[in-house]
């Protein structure tokens, strides 16, 4: 079993849906990354949290520490956020990674 | 600012051959991490490095191991390559092992034949 699991595995959204993306994780973390992975393989971290939400721009992340599950949404959903995002998270003493396997998501215009 | 630089980008190899990655950090951070991304996969942590010294290790054999050097930056070594090797392997940078937002670099891809 997977320490991270993501669903839903492929979102398909048309352009200006509201989209989410959820982690649910069964380790103690110290904390959460969200990241996006454009296709040729290059990661940019978007998000890293440890309590509440975060905002930036159209996304927010959300997590709940106490049910061991975070969120992704993107308000307003473009082309250009065509991309898998991946769910990683931080293990409490902070030398362990665990990975979702990532949601690959395509906005359609 | 330069970001985390890898080399090199493409690598085909042999089975049974010996690989090395390098991975260069932001300038300032002293965290380094590696990850194998098998295609179609999510990353899979190898090693994390901080101030020189091995502070994770994932579930790979001993046939994989890394090293960080005083500048900070870090060589990952694979020794008798597998198949099941080929991968994207990344590496990321931070500032510190507990809060640091992780910066990945672009990767290198490896293809064992």
């Known amino acids: 079993k997977n320490e991270v699991e993501q669903s839903p595995q492929n979102l398909t959204a048309q352009e200006g849906e509201f989209i989410t993306i959820n982690c649910s994780y069964s380790v103690g973390i110290s904390a959460l990354h969200w990241l996006q992975q454009h296709p040729g393989g290059g990661i940019v971290s978007l998000f890293m949290l440890s309590s509440g939400k975060k905002k930036h721009g159209r996304l927010i992340a959300t997590i709940n520490i106490q049910e061991k599950h975070s969120s992704l949404h993107i308000t307003a959903s473009h082309p250009r956020d065509s991309a898998v995002y991946i769910c990683a998270v931080i293990g409490v003493r902070g030398n362990q990674f665990y990975f979702g396997t990532g949601t690959s998501l395509t906005v359609i215009p | 600012d330069a970001g985390v630089t890898q080399s090199p980008t493409h690598l085909i190899k042999t089975r049974g051959q010996h690989v090395t990655l390098r991975c260069s950090p932001i300038?300032?951070?002293?965290?380094v991490s590696w990850y194998q991304q098998v295609l179609g996969q999510g990353p899979q942590f190898i090693f994390q490095y901080y101030e020189k010294e091995e502070r994770g290790r994932g579930n790979f054999p001993d046939r994989f191991s890394a090293r960080q050097f005083p500048n900070y930056s870090s060589e990952l070594n694979v020794n008798a390559l597998l198949l099941g090797d080929s991968a994207l392997y990344l590496c990321?940078?931070?500032?510190?092992?507990?809060?640091?937002?992780?910066?990945f670099g672009p990767g290198t891809r490896l293809t064992v034949t």
């Open positions: 990321a940078s931070s500032w510190d092992t507990y809060t640091g937002e992780q910066y």
């Open positions: 300038s300032g951070h002293k965290s």
